[in-house]
């Protein structure tokens, strides 16, 4: 399994996604895609813009 970041639309790594949008953020988007069991999650956050998570 792999994870994918994408930041307003870029491809990141976890590490640069979690220092743009925060530890929690993230924690919190990945925890969404888990608990809805879907593959894909695209979230907002004000000031920061999008973030793209997605299980290949």
């Given at each position: 399994?792999?994870i ?6 870029a ?25 809805r ?7 907002w956050?004000?000031g ?8 290949n």
């Amino acid at each position: 399994m792999e994870i994918t970041y994408k930041t307003n639309h870029a491809y990141t790594t976890k590490s640069l996604t979690e220092w743009y949008f925060g530890k929690k953020f993230v924690a919190r988007a990945e925890a969404m895609l888990t608990a809805r069991g879907k593959k894909e999650i695209k979230v907002w956050q004000d000031g920061t813009g999008y973030l793209t998570i997605k299980i290949n």
